[in-house]
T-cell receptor, first 113, second 113 residues
Framework: GAVVSQHPSRVICKSGTSVKIECRSL??????MFWYRQFPKQSLMLMAT?????????EQGVEKDKFLINHASLTLSTLTVTSAHPEDSSFYIC?????????FGPGTRLTVL | GENVEQHPSTLSVQEGDSAVIKCTYS??????FPWYKQELGKRPQLIID?????GEKKDQRIAVTLNKTAKHFSLHITETQPEDSAVYFC????????????FGGGTRLMVKP
């Protein structure tokens, strides 16, 4: 139980385009999901907390207009990277809270050319 | 806010030896401490966690100890195997659950056969 999926697993896009990443809880309902960013050989940096039916809470330094988060249902949160630039290239990982534990998705590797 | 430091950043051991990874935290209100294992390019997976009402927890070859006075906690892996090779992250939270985790910088463990 407590399986989280993420789609796509990899995406390559051109600079200036937008990319949407989906995070789904497959066998449970998650009122709270989290979005992290991980650079190579570095730790997980929390970007925002996504709450179903309300606005996301962004960490300091994360631009909410650039990283749009929507948590419209109890099993789906989406992260849209708008007007992506090469410096946005990273590994994006979501997690969902279930029984007081965070369960992580498999991650999405974004490469912006 | 909470600050979690993790040492060492890399650890190389011989198969069968023990491995110890240490973390310190800054917020004395922290009361939940999970450890995650992340293999290259994959999702972090919870391997063990401890809450502040206990000083030690064991699960087969893995144990975690907590010293609230000194504000540090450690992961102990005994009889290491090559499949234990991965990056390990400690984390801390102040709400006795997996919500709002602050992660340490990670330890790359290499177990040599």
């Amino acid at each position: 139980g407590a399986v989280v999926s993420q789609h796509p697993s990899r995406v390559i896009c051109k600079s200036g385009t937008s990319v949407k990443i989906e995070c789904r809880s497959l066998d449970f309902q998650a009122t709270t999901m989290f979005w992290y960013r991980q650079f190579p050989k570095q730790s997980l940096m929390l970007m925002a907390t996504s709450n179903e039916g309300s606005k996301a809470t962004y960490e300091q330094g994360v631009e909410k207009d650039k990283f749009l988060i929507n948590h419209a249902s109890l099993t789906l949160s989406t992260l849209t990277v708008t007007s992506a630039h090469p410096e946005d290239s990273s590994f994006y990982i979501c997690s969902a809270l279930f029984a007081d534990t965070q369960y992580f998705g498999p991650g999405t590797r974004l490469t912006v050319l | 806010g909470e600050n979690v430091e993790q040492h060492p950043s890399t650890l190389s051991v011989q198969e069968g030896d023990s491995a110890v990874i240490k973390c310190t935290y800054s917020d004395s209100a922290s009361n939940y401490f999970p450890w995650y294992k992340q293999e290259l390019g994959k999702r972090p997976q919870l391997i063990i966690d401890i809450r502040s009402n206990v000083g030690e927890k064991k699960d087969q070859r893995i144990a975690v100890t907590l010293n609230k006075t000194a504000k540090h906690f450690s992961l102990h892996i005994t009889e290491t195997q090559p499949e234990d090779s991965a990056v390990y992250f400690c984390a801390a939270s102040t709400n006795n659950a997996g919500n709002m985790l602050t992660f340490g910088g990670g330890t790359r463990l290499m177990v040599k056969p």
